[in-house]
């Protein structure tokens, strides 16, 4: 017998596994939707589960994104001779070369946004409200401003990510390739929070975003747990951020690296849309938003981000807890809040 | 790093004046901010996308053969009514709820309008040429266009102004009251859902001032509206609400670092060089705060 | 009998206000106390500085002969220090049950222990403590949908839960449906009798606090005025005089 709750992971598996041979060209739209999963279930964990907006989780995608590729080039190339113009034809790395340094890359693209997240969390954590939410605000668009002038990295035109080694398959295989990385990632995020929800974390995130000044009037260490959260959020992000690159091909500092205009709102959007707070809502909110960005971005022919600054206006204000809150309206039972007719008479009367 | 600055007085006059010139502007555009905040309690995230729309309705005068310079007439009146209905049909239904809304409320409005520029005025980076001529000091060693003498005097006229409505007139008079105490005016008779939409109103005006001067002495582009939105909360949280000889100073304070950052770590990072410095005040503040075991509010 | 709080000569100053000025008291281990006064006479203020919410500006707080008035907040309560606020303090998206397990204290606290499992063991103590304030029936609804009173019930619940060795209650009988507050004092009479948690309690309500306390402390104007056995302070003029505002 399986359950419900199987059945949809279940379900949500084999579309997973099956997609790119169902839909083949669809491969890429499909990829970034699971990449939306894990930018939108990462902000959730400091919007929705602490109760601090962030605008600036974008940072860590974009240094995801940048080192990812940086490390798959300097390992075995001069890094900046790749990104000075026409570098890249010049440099090409063996299939070897190329996985291995992908790997390596991508695993940095994880490791050293956490260690970022890690170091400045203890001060810029210490902000609330407003004045984090504009910080983090700050940082994102600072550090896609100073990624523009680093010449290194190609400043303000960019870099090209590797290029698939010639004689290993052909784009189809590409594509495969990457949106099998991306729907890995995006399931390992989903299961690391599901499991890290149920544990103290998850209680005292909650905590935090109810009553801060309550949970360290009860003991609770809370900086501790809002940096592990951030190192959380930053690891799988960059990690995002690294795929995204290589699928893309090309690194842009503001328009792809750190995009704050589109997925940097995008991660907004889609948490609240979803229900923020909770572990499926961020996921919902951003299959939806996914697809309803594909199916109806080119009825707004040039109005599409000037519809997106609307909605997230309309979302915030008329449909804050969004689709995942709204069904809570309607069944609380599922959700278990209830008083049950036993709990009523199991009620025992102090003497 | 280039140091030079630092070993060419003149340089150091130049950037100073330029700075200082600059940072009059910053401190109208963070004193629209600071009424808002403190009499609604709203920040505005999109605050820089209101000065850049003021900036457009000068630059739009300007393409059409009018004079921008009357932009500073003009742009206030339109982005009053522009405020005024923003306060109408959005911002009264975020001003008293939780913080996580209004927030996202005015970043929400702050995307909109910059993409709705971009659709209507296309993303090429202009400016309202006002011919203004230049003004030489010390032996030609110092170039001040006209251009920002004007908008230093204009933005003083207009924050004098400003000052002298508040202290004499009634709505002035009502809306430093319902800042003290929103509900103790609405007991003695203030509609303060009217004050609150003129306070809007205002602050947009005032956005559309400093747009229309910005559009004359600088350049706009619709997504240009951010690095404004973050000086004037800078200036804001360094002077303090209700301090208006704090913003001018910390305006004029910003204005000469921005300068004096062009020069030591060049053009291409003032405006990272501007976030950085928000990002260093806000955790300088929060860890001298946490010495008493408070945190900013 | 050994004093597990000792306050000595504590001043608190904001801007030109004398908060406290000068306060000093002990309270023994195990006792009940009261702390009286009319309003804005620095009672919450000094809660305040005992459990580490500011700091103080002169004077010595010792719990359990330790100095506590450079510790934070955070550190002073895993020493067993807890307090409950007046406008009451609860965890309002999270039901009560969660509020419950979330308040027990943390076994570990390292950065490991950020994602430790909260021992499933604790259900069964959330739900006696939510049954002995009454609100078992409700443990499954939001703490945020509950009434003001029962949030209040609730808040005394959580603190019991952490096992706190003393309790600083303010005014926690305020806003109580006057029919319930008799189960109120039973309440606060066995946790400190069973339970072994002293208290030190702000009150307004003179029947609670006398038929509670066992000795009184009266603040006024920021200075303690009067301390003495409930009988003494009924009577003490200075007291009386405190609350009819002569000055």
Same mark, same amino acid.
């Given at each position: 017998?399986?359950?419900?709750?199987?059945?949809?992971?279940?379900a949500i598996l084999a579309f997973g596994i099956l997609a790119p041979f169902i839909f083949p060209a669809y491969k890429l739209q499909i990829s970034i939707m699971w990449i939306l999963v894990v930018l939108s279930l990462t902000w959730d964990v400091q919007g929705g589960q602490m109760g601090y907006n962030t605008f600036g989780n974008i940072m860590f995608f974009g240094l995801g994104m940048y080192i990812c590729s940086s490390f798959h080039i300097g390992i075995f190339f001069p890094l900046a001779e790749w990104t000075a113009s026409g570098g890249e034809?010049?440099? !090409?790395?063996?299939?070897?070369?190329?996985?291995?340094?992908?790997?390596?890359?991508?695993? +940095?693209?994880?490791?050293?946004?956490? +260690?970022?997240? /890690?170091?400045?969390?203890? =001060?810029?954590?210490?902000?609330?409200?407003?004045?984090?939410?504009?910080?983090?605000?700050?940082?994102?668009?600072?550090?896609?401003?100073?990624?523009? =002038?680093?010449?290194?990295?190609?400043?303000?035109?960019?870099?090209?990510?590797?290029?698939?080694?010639?004689?290993?398959?052909?784009?189809?295989?590409?594509?495969?390739?990457?949106?099998?990385?991306?729907?890995?990632?995006?399931?390992?995020?989903? +299961?690391?929070?599901?499991?890290?929800?149920?544990?103290?974390?998850?209680?005292?995130?909650?905590?935090?975003?109810?009553?801060?000044?309550?949970?360290?009037? %009860?003991?609770?260490?809370? %900086?501790?747990?809002?940096?592990?959260?951030? !190192?959380?959020?930053?690891?799988?992000? =960059?990690? /995002?951020?690294? +795929?995204?690159?290589?699928?893309?091909?090309?690194?842009?500092?503001?328009?792809?690296?750190?995009?704050?205009?589109?997925? =940097?709102?995008?991660?907004?959007? %889609?948490?609240?849309?979803?229900?923020?707070?909770?572990?499926?809502?961020?996921?919902?909110?951003?299959?939806?938003?996914?697809?309803?960005?594909?199916?109806?971005?080119?009825?707004?022919?040039?109005?599409?981000? !000037?519809?997106?600054?609307?909605?997230?206006?309309?979302?915030?204000?008329?449909?804050?807890?969004?689709?995942?809150?709204?069904?809570?309206?309607?069944?609380?039972?599922?959700?278990?809040?209830?008083?049950?007719?036993?709990?009523?008479?199991?009620?025992?009367?102090?003497? | 790093?280039?140091?030079?600055?630092?070993?060419?007085?003149?340089?150091?006059?130049?950037?100073?004046?330029?700075?200082?010139?600059?940072?009059?502007?910053?401190?109208?555009?963070?004193?629209?901010?600071?009424?808002?905040?403190?009499?609604?309690?709203?920040?505005? &995230?999109?605050?820089?996308?209101?000065?850049?729309?003021?900036?457009?309705?000068?630059?739009?005068?300007?393409?059409?053969?009018?004079?921008?310079?009357?932009?500073?007439?003009?742009?206030?009146?339109?982005?009053?009514f522009v405020g005024w209905s923003l306060y109408k049909l959005v911002i009264y239904r975020v001003v008293d709820r939780d913080l996580f809304i209004s927030i996202l409320a005015t970043f929400g409005i702050s995307i909109l309008t910059q993409q709705l520029m971009n659709f209507v005025f296309g993303s090429d980076v202009v400016v309202a040429q006002s011919n203004f001529g230049t003004t030489m000091l010390f032996n030609y060693m110092v170039t001040i266009p006209n251009s920002k003498l004007f908008a230093a005097i204009v933005s003083v006229i207009f924050?004098?102004?400003?000052?002298?409505?508040?202290?004499?007139?009634?709505?002035?008079?009502?809306?430093?009251?319902?800042?003290?105490?929103?509900?103790?005016?609405?007991?003695?008779?203030?509609?303060?859902?009217?004050?609150?939409?003129?306070?809007?109103?205002?602050?947009?005006?005032?956005?559309?001032?400093?747009?229309?001067?910005?559009?004359?002495?600088?350049?706009?582009?619709?997504?240009?509206?951010?690095?404004?939105?973050?000086?004037?909360?800078?200036?804001?949280?360094?002077?303090?609400?209700?301090?208006?000889?704090?913003?001018?100073? #910390?305006?004029?304070?910003?204005?000469?670092?921005?300068?004096? #950052?062009?020069?030591?770590?060049?053009?291409?990072?003032? &405006?990272?060089?501007?976030?950085?410095?928000?990002?260093?005040?806000?955790?300088?503040?929060?860890?001298?705060?946490?010495?008493?075991?408070?945190?900013?509010? | 009998?050994?004093?597990?709080?000792?306050?000595?000569?504590?001043?608190?100053?904001?801007?030109?206000?004398?908060?406290?000025?000068?306060?000093?008291?002990?309270?023994?281990?195990?006792?009940?106390?009261?702390?009286?006064?009319?309003?804005?006479?620095?009672?919450? $203020?000094?809660?305040?500085?005992?459990?580490?919410?500011?700091?103080?500006?002169?004077?010595?707080?010792?719990?359990?002969?330790?100095?506590?008035?450079?510790?934070?907040?955070?550190?002073?309560?895993?020493?067993?220090?807890?307090?409950?606020?007046?406008? $009451?303090?609860?965890?309002?998206?999270?039901?009560?049950?969660?509020?419950?397990?979330?308040?027990?204290?943390?076994?570990?606290?390292?950065?490991?222990?950020?994602?430790?499992?909260?021992?499933?063991?604790?259900?069964?103590?959330?739900?006696?403590?939510?049954?002995?304030?009454?609100?078992?029936?409700?443990?499954?609804?939001?703490?945020?949908?509950?009434?003001?009173?029962?949030?209040?019930?609730?808040?005394?619940?959580?603190?019991?839960?952490?096992?706190?060795?003393?309790?600083?209650?303010?005014?926690? $009988?305020?806003?109580?449906?006057?029919?319930?507050?008799?189960?109120? @004092?039973?309440?606060?009479?066995?946790?400190?009798?069973?339970?072994?948690?002293?208290?030190?309690?702000?009150?307004?309500?003179?029947?609670?606090?006398?038929?509670?306390?066992?000795?009184?402390?009266?603040?006024?104007?920021?200075?303690? @005025?009067?301390?003495?056995?409930?009988?003494?302070?009924?009577?003490?003029?200075?007291?009386?005089?405190?609350?009819?505002?002569?000055?």
């Open positions: 017998m399986i359950n419900q709750k199987t059945f949809i992971y279940l034809k010049t440099f !090409v790395h063996t299939p070897l070369q190329f996985f291995q340094g992908f790997f390596i890359g991508l695993f +940095l693209a994880g490791i050293i946004p956490a +260690l970022v997240a /890690a170091i400045i969390g203890y =001060g810029i954590l210490g902000l609330r409200g407003h004045y984090f939410a504009i910080c983090t605000l700050g940082l994102g668009i600072a550090a896609g401003e100073l990624a523009g =002038g680093i010449e290194l990295v190609g400043a303000g035109q960019g870099m090209t990510s590797p290029p698939w080694p010639k004689g290993i398959g052909d784009t189809e295989l590409r594509s495969e390739f990457f949106y099998f990385i991306c729907f890995i990632l995006m399931s390992s995020t989903f +299961l690391f929070l599901r499991w890290a929800y149920s544990t103290r974390f998850g209680l005292v995130l909650n905590a935090i975003r109810d009553n801060e000044d309550k949970a360290e009037a %009860m003991g609770i260490n809370t %900086m501790q747990y809002k940096i592990m959260g951030w !190192v959380v959020s930053a690891f799988f992000v =960059g990690i /995002a951020g690294g +795929l995204m690159g290589n699928m893309i091909g090309y690194i842009e500092p503001v328009e792809t690296a750190f995009a704050g205009r589109t997925f =940097g709102v995008f991660m907004v959007l %889609m948490a609240i849309l979803g229900g923020k707070g909770t572990l499926w809502g961020p996921v919902i909110g951003a299959i939806a938003f996914h697809i309803f960005k594909e199916g109806f971005w080119t009825f707004f022919l040039g109005w599409q981000y !000037v519809a997106l600054g609307a909605l997230i206006v309309v979302v915030v204000i008329f449909f804050p807890e969004g689709i995942m809150g709204w069904l809570r309206e309607k069944y609380p039972k599922r959700f278990g809040e209830l008083v049950d007719e036993e709990d009523r008479k199991a009620q025992v009367e102090l003497k | 790093m280039d140091f030079l600055i630092f070993q060419i007085p003149i340089l150091m006059v130049q950037a100073s004046i330029d700075g200082i010139l600059l940072g009059i502007l910053f401190a109208l555009i963070a004193y629209g901010m600071a009424l808002q905040w403190g009499v609604m309690n709203i920040i505005n &995230i999109a605050q820089g996308e209101l000065v850049i729309l003021g900036g457009y309705i000068a630059y739009f005068m300007y393409i059409v053969g009018i004079h921008p310079a009357f932009g500073v007439i003009v742009s206030p009146v339109i982005m009053y924050a004098v102004l400003l000052v002298v409505y508040m202290r004499r007139s009634k709505l002035g008079r009502a809306i430093r009251a319902t800042a003290q105490n929103p509900r103790a005016a609405k007991i003695l008779g203030v509609d303060t859902e009217k004050v609150y939409a003129a306070t809007f109103g205002i602050n947009a005006a005032l956005c559309g001032v400093a747009g229309s001067l910005i559009a004359i002495t600088f350049t706009l582009h619709p997504y240009v509206g951010l690095p404004y939105t973050v000086r004037s909360f800078m200036i804001v949280i360094i002077a303090g609400l209700g301090n208006l000889p704090g913003v001018a100073l #910390s305006g004029m304070g910003l204005g000469v670092f921005e300068e004096f #950052s062009d020069y030591i770590f060049g053009t291409e990072f003032r &405006i990272a060089a501007v976030f950085l410095l928000l990002v260093v005040i806000l955790v300088y503040r929060r860890f001298k705060l946490s010495r008493k075991r408070e945190y900013l509010k | 009998m050994n004093s597990i709080l000792q306050v000595n000569q504590v001043c608190k100053y904001f801007g030109g206000v004398k908060a406290n000025e000068n306060i000093s008291m002990t309270v023994d281990e195990g006792s009940i106390v009261g702390l009286i006064g009319p309003n804005g006479s620095g009672k919450t $203020t000094l809660f305040n500085s005992i459990v580490g919410t500011h700091p103080i500006d002169q004077g010595s707080i010792k719990f359990q002969d330790k100095e506590v008035s450079a510790l934070p907040v955070p550190t002073i309560a895993k020493l067993g220090l807890l307090r409950t606020f007046q406008q $009451t303090r609860i965890y309002g998206k999270l039901n009560c049950i969660d509020n419950m397990r979330i308040s027990a204290k943390s076994v570990q606290d390292n950065f490991l222990s950020v994602f430790s499992k909260i021992p499933t063991e604790l259900n069964e103590k959330a739900e006696q403590l939510l049954n002995f304030v009454g609100l078992y029936q409700k443990r499954k609804l939001r703490a945020g949908d509950l009434s003001f009173g029962q949030q209040k019930l609730l808040e005394l619940a959580m603190a019991l839960m952490n096992e706190p060795k003393m309790l600083l209650l303010d005014e926690p $009988t305020a806003g109580i449906n006057p029919t319930l507050i008799n189960g109120i @004092i039973d309440r606060l009479i066995k946790v400190n009798h069973e339970f072994g948690i002293t208290l030190l309690v702000i009150e307004h309500n003179m029947r609670v606090i006398m038929s509670l306390a066992q000795h009184i402390f009266c603040l006024a104007h920021g200075q303690l @005025i009067a301390n003495g056995k409930p009988e003494e302070i009924k009577n003490d003029q200075r007291v009386i005089d405190a609350y009819l505002g002569v000055q």
